[in-house]
Structures are given as C-alpha cells and as structure tokens.
C-alpha cells in the first residue's frame, strides 16, 4: 500500500525553527510537496521537490531524499500567522497525489 | 493569472437530498480538474479527476459522481447524500502535463444531517 507519515501534531515558539518530518512509502516517485493550509481554508501551495536537497524560499525550507524516502520542511523566524496544518503529499507512477493528513502547528508567543 | 471558484462555500443538507457542487477555473485552458473531500484529521482524498471535457476517472467507489460539461467547469454531484458524505470538499486544477503543482479552489463545507 502507499503511505504518508507525518507528525499530527507539533508546538514551537514564535521566533524560532522546527522542522516538520515526512516519511513516504508510494508506488513509484514523480515528486514531493508541501502544502500549507490554515483552519477551515483550501490548502495553498508551498514547494516542490523532485531531486536530493535542499529547496529554499524565505524563511521555507524543504529537504527531499529519495533514497530514504524522507522530506521535511523546516519554517525559520517562526509568526504567529504560521499557525497551520502542513501536508505532504507525494505523486506517485501514475502522476496522481497521495496525501499524508498533515501536521497541526502550533505557535506560541 | 489562474483564479479557481467554487460555490456554494457552505451547505447543510438532510440525509437523502440531492446535491451539486460546482468548480470553474479561470485564466487556463484544458486543465486537468480533481475533486477532494476532506475529512477532520484526515488526508486528502481524491474523489474524481478529469483531463478533459466528458473524461472523469473515479477513484473511490461511493454515491458521487462528477462532471465535465465543459472544459473549465467541474460538477459533483449526489442523487442521495449520506451522513458519511459530509466533509469539506476542495476542487483543484493543474497543468495537462500531469506533473504541475496543483491549485485548489476556496473549498465547500458540507454538513449532511
């Protein structure tokens, strides 16, 4: 079966850094991506990864390694606004998302 | 640029009445469209996708069926909703490719009593 693990639920302090995990299990590999969606919204679109490392966008940041079927997203100079659901989702042989059912963070002052 | 609509954004139905939710996308041609639910704790769970117009894949076996009346237009539609088919559901487009981010629309919330 394909799977998507991710932590359900994570706490941080504003100002600092986390690092949010995900680890896949899929029929294939065509990608990686990370999604941020906040209470009761459509999830919105944060990064791609196809090949090994790092991708870096501001204070977004997300690793891929294939071989260890492993990616996370690390947030720097974390807000308040960064309150949020986090979800990975891999695509897999046949180009379709598979979804893991995301990290809830939690940002404290 | 690309705009995706999806209405109604909320809707409260009784068990056994019929339901359809409507998703247009703006500023792109032949899209390929998905329709998600979204369950509370839950992943995403792909319901349809279509890649082009009278061309819907059906993913989970279920009383919902979807659409494609023309190219920018997506439907979910029920004949008899169950209390199971409450859920937040999201249409999403993406590039024809099949290897393009996909976008999603502002989500209806449904609530079947």
């Known amino acids: 079966g394909q799977n998507i693990d991710q932590p359900t639920e994570m706490t941080a302090t504003e100002g600092a850094i986390v690092q949010i995990n995900c680890t896949y299990q899929?029929?294939?590999?065509?990608?990686l991506f990370w999604y941020q969606q906040h209470a009761g919204e459509a999830p919105t679109f944060l990064s791609y990864n196809v090949l090994d490392g790092l991708e870096e966008k501001g204070r977004f940041s997300s690793f891929l390694s294939r071989s260890k079927g492993y990616s996370y997203l690390l947030l720097k100079e974390l807000q308040m606004k960064d309150s949020a659901s986090y979800l990975c989702?891999?695509?897999?042989?046949?180009?379709?998302?598979?979804w893991g059912a995301g990290t809830k963070l939690i940002i404290k002052p | 640029s690309q705009t995706i609509h999806q209405w109604p954004a909320t809707l409260v139905q009784p068990v056994g009445s019929p339901l359809s939710l409507e998703c247009t996308v703006e500023g792109t041609s032949n899209p390929n469209l998905y329709w998600y639910r979204q369950a509370a704790g839950r992943g995403l769970q792909l319901l349809f996708y279509?890649?082009?117009?009278?061309?819907i894949s059906s993913e989970v076996p279920q009383n919902l069926s979807a659409s494609r009346p023309q190219d920018r237009q997506f439907i979910l539609s029920s004949k008899k909703l169950l209390l199971s088919d409450s859920g937040f559901y999201l249409c999403a487009w993406g590039g024809q490719q099949g290897s393009e981010t996909q976008y999603f629309g502002p989500g209806t919330r449904l609530l079947v009593l």
């Open positions: 989702a891999v695509r897999d042989s046949n180009y379709q998302l598979i």
């Open positions: 279509s890649v082009g117009i009278g061309q």
């Open positions: 899929t029929s294939g590999f065509n990608g």
